[in-house]
């Protein structure tokens, strides 16, 4: 059975019980390929899967059942964490050999940023980057750069199609003006979360920040730049300090709402501390000063779906150590729901971080 989006309604959703339609994988046939589609044929191979040399750009991740991509450009310096990221079509899962070749399948499931950099897919689409940058020629770089300072939050660099040779790749840039429209401003945010103004964090604009690493959708590491250009902008006294930036580019409700949350709810040991700083953009559409994100502290340890599986296979998960982590778990979640009057669904791994 092939993963991608069309099975996962039969397979993996709740619902998958009711379905009716039955997925079958296909065995291996006999059959002796035509020339047209044998990989003895130029036609059907790729040039290469090994990283360029000097690379220009790097993936640190990737989501949406494998069709989404976090894409960094290297050759462009310290950036605002703007999440331009790549999306690959879903029409490249139904062609078996791309999805052979390029490891779909276990793209569809890979997480984790150093397994993702090593798929296929990863390498296909850096090489491809590397190609279209290069052909922009010296332009390139500022108009990039043009991009990044212009274009909306969360704009997103499209591959229309997915070949086998890179140079048949079409690439397009998509504005989610969108996505800006639904930022709230940050003078209506008080009203807007029901807040009052003194219990807001400082903001702080997104181009004073510098991104680090792409953890996934939701969260990107940052650096608050030491110099800032404005009076109004809050200085740091540490600015090697990491910070974890919550933004979303896929729409803005569970966003706002976790930050409602946050903002509300008395401080708990075993809960995250409230947001240290509102993060801004100026949107060109509206002419508004729209809130993107908050930032909370980094934990360098990470989550408990990273440990886990280390502590169990070198035999360091005993039982004290679970009773422990239980105990303050549970204190946590009778925290978020008796004084935070808050329904929480979801208590996972991934948001079990190692202080």
């Known amino acids: 059975m092939e993963l991608n989006?069309?099975?996962?309604?039969?397979?993996?959703?709740?619902?998958?019980?009711?379905?009716?339609?039955?997925?079958?994988?296909?065995?291996?046939?006999?059959?002796?390929?035509?020339?047209?589609?044998?990989?003895?044929?130029?036609?059907?191979?790729?040039?290469?899967?090994?990283?360029?040399?000097?690379?220009?750009?790097?993936?640190?991740?990737?989501?949406?059942?494998?069709?989404?991509?976090?894409?960094?450009?290297?050759?462009?310096?310290?950036?605002?964490?703007?999440?331009?990221?790549?999306?690959?079509?879903?029409?490249?899962?139904?062609?078996?050999?791309?999805?052979?070749?390029?490891?779909?399948?276990?793209?569809?499931?890979?997480?984790?940023?150093?397994?993702?950099?090593?798929?296929?897919?990863?390498?296909?689409?850096?090489?491809?980057?590397?190609?279209?940058?290069?052909?922009?020629?010296?332009?390139?770089?500022?108009?990039?750069?043009?991009?990044?300072?212009?274009?909306?939050?969360?704009?997103?660099?499209?591959?229309?199609?997915?070949?086998?040779?890179i140079r048949k790749i079409r690439i397009t840039i998509a504005s989610t003006y969108y996505l800006e429209k639904q930022l709230l401003a940050?003078?209506?945010?008080?009203?807007?979360?029901?807040?009052?103004?003194?219990?807001?964090?400082?903001?702080?604009?997104?181009?004073?920040?510098?991104?680090?690493?792409?953890?996934?959708?939701?969260?990107?590491?940052?650096?608050?730049?030491?110099?800032?250009?404005?009076?109004?902008q809050p200085r740091t006294e540490e600015p090697d300090r990491l910070w974890v930036l919550k933004a979303l580019t896929s729409g803005t409700k569970y966003l706002y709402t976790e930050l409602r949350n946050l903002l509300r709810l008395e401080p708990h040991p075993h809960v995250i501390t409230r947001p240290t700083h509102l993060v801004t953009k100026y949107c060109r559409f509206g002419g508004k000063i729209g809130v993107v994100g908050f930032l909370l502290p980094f934990h360098s340890r990470g989550s408990l779906r990273d440990h886990l599986p280390r502590l169990h296979v070198h035999g360091q998960l005993n039982l004290n150590k679970q009773l422990k982590w239980a105990a303050q778990l549970t204190s946590a979640v009778l925290h978020v729901r008796e004084r935070g009057h808050i329904f929480y669904p979801d208590l996972r791994l991934d948001n079990v971080l190692l202080a």
């Open 186 to 232: 940050l003078s209506r945010l008080p009203s807007s979360l029901g807040i009052p103004q003194d219990r807001l964090p400082a903001a702080v604009d997104i181009f004073h920040l510098k991104i680090v690493r792409q953890l996934h959708d939701s969260v990107c590491i940052v650096r608050i730049r030491s110099s800032l250009e404005h009076q109004n």
């Open 5 to 165: 989006s069309t099975s996962i309604h039969h397979v993996i959703h709740p619902t998958a019980a009711f379905s009716e339609t039955r997925v079958l994988s296909q065995p291996p046939t006999a059959e002796l390929s035509p020339w047209s589609a044998s990989q003895l044929n130029p036609k059907n191979r790729i040039d290469s899967l090994a990283l360029p040399q000097n690379p220009l750009w790097r993936i640190d991740g990737c989501t949406g059942l494998g069709t989404q991509y976090y894409a960094l450009p290297l050759f462009l310096g310290d950036l605002p964490p703007m999440r331009f990221d790549v999306f690959i079509p879903e029409e490249a899962s139904s062609c078996l050999l791309l999805r052979e070749l390029l490891d779909l399948n276990a793209a569809f499931h890979t997480k984790e940023g150093v397994r993702v950099r090593r798929l296929g897919v990863s390498i296909h689409i850096l090489r491809t980057l590397q190609a279209w940058t290069e052909a922009l020629g010296k332009g390139g770089a500022e108009s990039l750069l043009d991009m990044y300072r212009n274009h909306p939050f969360g704009s997103r660099i499209i591959f229309e199609n997915l070949e086998l040779d």
